[in-house]
């Protein structure tokens, strides 16, 4: 027995030359990639899903993640998929997105794919308060969860995730997405955003934000309708399969 | 730029279907195991070394760490390892080790290697200490290492200088947790210490042992070795007992 409930754990598909990495979202878990991993496996690749730090096992573990625990999670897998490609796309949802992103501008990689990743912390609020949260964050500790936005109700039923957001970890969010902000201009390999105009945790506009200040060049912008936040498990996730597929050949004709 | 030190890094080196998990020690780094996980590659095997949680960064980072983000780090490498592989060594060097010892009274897997384990927190003061730990850490946070006495190549030791005293209780325990695990464990075990080893002393290695719940199990007693066994004087010995150890195994079939 390993010490993670069922779906915290991270996964390995082996495959070709090429690697694709997966990272989840800010209290979630492996298992929202793997429905993703296991399309990007069957079209030949490697694919490997991290489990961030702090997530995956028990909720006060994540209370004592920081940003660079997070960071180091995404260079761990970075690292072991190195061993055996020549090719990496790292792709990321959420704050998986966001970490995607910042590695794109950190790590030799050869594409990014951020699904419903935030320019900023959504609520205005968490920014103001940001040098309070620590000290505030001893007697509030969690922040209730709005009920998920995910529309394919049998996802919504085998959705991994902590029930609410520790506060200490939300200040530690904030950080990150500020420092994805300031490398996105180091960002110049091909990028895909995949957006859904239905998700209610990031807002649609974000992917605006995001394209503008990216340094790439090549920017590929993939909406959906109908989906909430988690696109890689929602009625629409074989469209988001199909064009990180398709995405991911296209950066591999531009890169040999 | 990477927040990890360079160097200090996991590592993975693809072959066959039988995999080696290499787990460090405590303030050490993956390159620590490094030398004897590629020697086990050169023969096929496939190998993963894991980054222990708040090792191979800053030791900031260490100080936050619990006994239950090293495990899932064991975990997370047993997982991706198992994604390649059929069947798993674990292979682990000092707090690596006990994690290891640990890790076969839960994980299914075909042997383990236990090189420098403690049996128990080698200084009594740390144990004695131990509920006071986490207090005592607020303004006592590390205590310095000796000057490590079998040095290895020059530049490669990218261990921690010093050990952060809350990190302590978090070893204490994880320590505590093998101690009642041994029984269960019922793998072929290989067990590894040194006598030269000053900071594990050498007795621990037949505590650890006569307690395994396995049947087949050895123990290799070595002469020259330091406490990280697999780098410095003898380290081929280590490669060699640990090349023997799995060939066995493997060579029974399965």
């Known amino acids: ?256 | 730029m990477t927040y990890q030190v360079e160097q200090a890094e996991p590592y993975l080196f693809p072959g066959s279907k039988t995999g080696c998990l290499m787990v460090h020690g405590f303030t050490g780094a993956p390159n620590e195991v490094r030398p004897l996980g590629e020697h086990l590659a050169s023969l096929g095997y496939t190998v993963l070394g894991v980054r222990l949680a708040g090792h191979g960064t800053t030791m900031q980072d260490l100080i936050r760490m619990r006994e239950q983000d090293w495990i899932a780090s064991v975990d997370d490498g047993y997982n991706l390892l198992q994604g390649l592989c059929d069947r798993i060594y674990i292979l682990g060097l000092s707090l690596g080790g006990a994690l290891t010892l640990h890790a076969a009274s839960r994980l299914k897997v075909a042997g383990i290697v236990a090189m420098s384990a403690p049996y128990e927190t080698p200084d009594k003061t740390i144990s004695s200490l131990r509920p006071l730990l986490p207090l005592l850490s607020q303004v006592w946070r590390y205590r310095p290492k000796r000057k490590p006495r079998v040095p290895g190549p020059s530049g490669m030791l990218l261990n921690y200088p010093a050990m952060p005293i809350r990190s302590f209780a978090e070893t204490d325990d994880m320590i505590q947790l093998m101690r009642a695990s041994l029984s269960k464990v019922n793998v072929p075990a290989l067990i590894i210490h040194s006598k030269a080893d000053r900071s594990v002393p050498v007795d621990h290695a037949p505590r650890i042992f006569d307690e395994l719940g396995s049947t087949e199990k050895d123990i290799l007693i070595l002469e020259k070795n330091g406490h990280v066994v697999t780098r410095g004087p003898g380290q081929e010995d280590v490669f060699k007992a640990c090349e023997d150890f799995i060939q066995r195994i493997e060579g029974r079939g399965v």
């Open chain 1, 1 to 256: 027995m390993t010490i993670f409930p069922e779906g915290g754990e991270p996964f390995f598909f082996p495959g070709g030359r090429t690697g694709c990495l997966l990272i989840h979202g800010f209290t979630g878990a492996p298992n929202e990639m793997r429905l993703l991993g296991e399309h990007l496996a069957a079209c030949g690749f490697s694919v490997l899903g991290i489990r961030l730090s702090g997530h995956g096992t028990d909720m006060t573990d994540l209370l004592r993640a920081r940003e660079q625990d997070w960071v180091a999670s995404v260079e761990d897998g970075y690292h072991l998929l190195r061993g055996c490609t020549d090719h990496i796309v790292v792709l990321g949802l959420s704050m998986g997105g966001v970490l995607a992103l910042h590695a794109g501008a950190c790590l030799p990689v050869d594409g990014v794919v951020a699904m419903s990743a935030p320019y900023r912390t959504p609520h205005p609020l968490i920014q103001h308060m940001r040098p309070a949260l620590p000290l505030l964050s001893l007697f509030w500790r969690y922040a209730k969860k709005s009920d998920s936005d995910l529309v394919d109700e049998a996802a919504r039923e085998t959705h991994v995730d902590y029930e609410a957001h520790p506060l200490r970890a939300v200040a530690e969010l904030e950080d990150l997405v500020r420092e994805m902000q300031a490398s996105l201009p180091d960002v110049r390999i091909p990028v895909l955003l995949i957006h859904s105009r239905g998700d209610t945790t990031v807002p649609s506009d974000h992917v605006g934000l995001i394209t503008n200040a990216l340094g790439s060049k090549d920017i590929e912008t993939v909406w959906l309708q109908s989906s909430g936040h988690v696109i890689t498990r929602d009625v629409e996730q074989d469209r988001v399969f199909k064009a990180c597929e398709r995405f991911i050949h296209r950066v591999l004709e531009k890169a040999s």
